[in-house]
Nanobody, 126 residues
Framework: QLQLVESGGGLVQPGGSLSLSCAAS????????IGWFRQAPGKERERVSC????????DYANSVRGRFTISRDNAKNTVYLQMNSLKPEDTAVYYC???????????????????WGQGTQVTVSS
């Protein structure tokens, strides 16, 4: 079964940092764009960041740009999301998923991504 597994979530105070990992099971990450998404209670799923299969192109939501950094290590079949200067509004379940590389400057939406993981909870609170 093709699946991604997220880890690294937890409880952190505002201004703190967390590093999330997304590991592949049953397939090779290197062929896919990997996206990080999040969903807070009562809110729609939001794309947080994406990284192309080669790692050469990245994208960030305006709400996290400058605070979060996405990276990948295809040799380890893992993608990472470093989250700094965390805010209470970053509280959500974070998911990773695999999708197609962007077409030009256009990234695909969550409906085009698959192999969703179970998610990892990130809570930012004092």
């Amino acid at each position: 079964q093709l699946q991604l597994v997220e880890s690294g979530g937890g409880l952190v105070q505002p201004g703190g940092s967390l590093s999330l990992s997304c590991a592949a099971s049953g397939f090779t990450l290197a062929y896919y764009t990997i996206g990080w998404f999040r969903q807070a209670p009562g809110k729609e799923r939001e794309r947080v960041s994406c990284i192309s299969s080669s790692g050469g192109t990245t994208d960030y939501a305006n709400s996290v740009r400058g605070r979060f950094t996405i990276s990948r290590d295809n040799a380890k079949n893992t993608v990472y999301l470093q989250m700094n200067s965390l805010k209470p509004e970053d509280t959500a379940v974070y998911y990773c998923a695999a999708g197609p590389d962007p077409y030009g400057n256009s990234w695909y939406g969550p409906e085009d991504f698959g192999a969703w993981g179970q998610g990892t909870q990130v809570t930012v609170s004092s």
